[in-house]
């Protein structure tokens, strides 16, 4: 059973860079899949922030392009989230979670969600 | 800037049919823009339903179903069960893999 879990700091404040870990469980990142971040700020819908392939492709929401990173580490079968210069506006949960982009579109398992609150 | 627009909140009494739709500011949704929906529930992570337009996951009730209909992505509950209160939400795929989400539609079981 694949299970993905989101962990890092829960308080983050403004103009600094707020940094995720996503841990996959019972899969290899190295054999496939694209491994997303999508948040969710408070009250509101679901946004992607970005996506990694297994092979280290990255794909970025253009609106945040310039702010995000995600990295990936086949060793510790981990992907990572980097979104800098953050401000109040980035106050959300932040969710992993699998999917394709191939034959099948499909994003089927998701983390459970870390709260980041944006705040001095 | 893309926007995918849902239904900001449909209501359905126990036992009916209701669909909810999903437009695409680009035009007509497609199979190839793979429409997937998910269900939130409160306090909870989104969970999948449908994939690429009308395919089910394994464990999803087969009174959701997923549709395109009159340009746009749809997804059909019949036989509505209380449980079926939440937030749904679709997503589609553009070129240069791209994925949006729809701001959600509130589906109410009254």
């Known amino acids: 059973q694949v299970q993905l879990q989101e962990s890092g700091p829960g308080l983050v404040k403004p103009s600094e860079t707020l940094s995720l870990t996503c841990a996959v469980s019972?899969?290899?990142?190295?054999?496939?899949?694209?491994w997303g971040w999508i948040r969710q700020p408070p009250g509101k819908g679901l946004e992607w922030i970005g996506s990694?392939?297994?092979?280290?492709?990255?794909y970025y929401n253009p609106s945040l392009k310039s702010r995000v990173t995600i990295s990936v580490d086949t060793s510790k079968n981990q992907f990572s989230l980097k979104l800098s210069s953050v401000t109040a506006a980035d106050t959300a949960v932040y969710y992993c979670?699998?999917?394709?982009?191939?034959?099948?579109?499909?994003?089927?398992?998701w983390g459970k969600g870390t709260t980041v609150t944006v705040s001095s | 800037q893309t926007v995918v627009t849902q239904e900001p909140s449909l209501t359905v009494s126990p036992g009916g049919t209701v669909t909810l739709t999903c437009a695409s500011s680009?035009?007509?949704?497609?199979?190839?823009?793979?429409p997937n929906w998910f269900q939130q529930k409160p306090g909870q992570a989104p969970r999948a339903l449908i994939y690429?337009?009308?395919n089910k996951h394994s464990w999803t009730p087969a009174r959701f179903s997923g549709s395109l209909l009159g340009g746009k992505a749809a997804l059909t509950l019949s036989g509505v069960q209380p449980e079926d209160e939440a937030e749904y939400y679709c997503?589609?795929?553009?070129?240069?893999?791209?994925?949006?989400f729809g701001g959600g539609t509130k589906l109410t079981v009254l």
């Open positions: 979670a699998r999917h394709t982009m191939s034959g099948w579109y499909y994003m089927d398992v």
């Open positions: 019972g899969y290899s990142i190295s054999s496939g899949y694209y």
């Open positions: 990694i392939y297994h092979s280290g492709s990255t």
């Open positions: 680009t035009g007509a949704v497609t199979s190839g823009y793979y």
């Open positions: 690429s337009t009308s």
């Open positions: 997503l589609l795929y553009y070129g240069g893999a791209q994925l949006v």
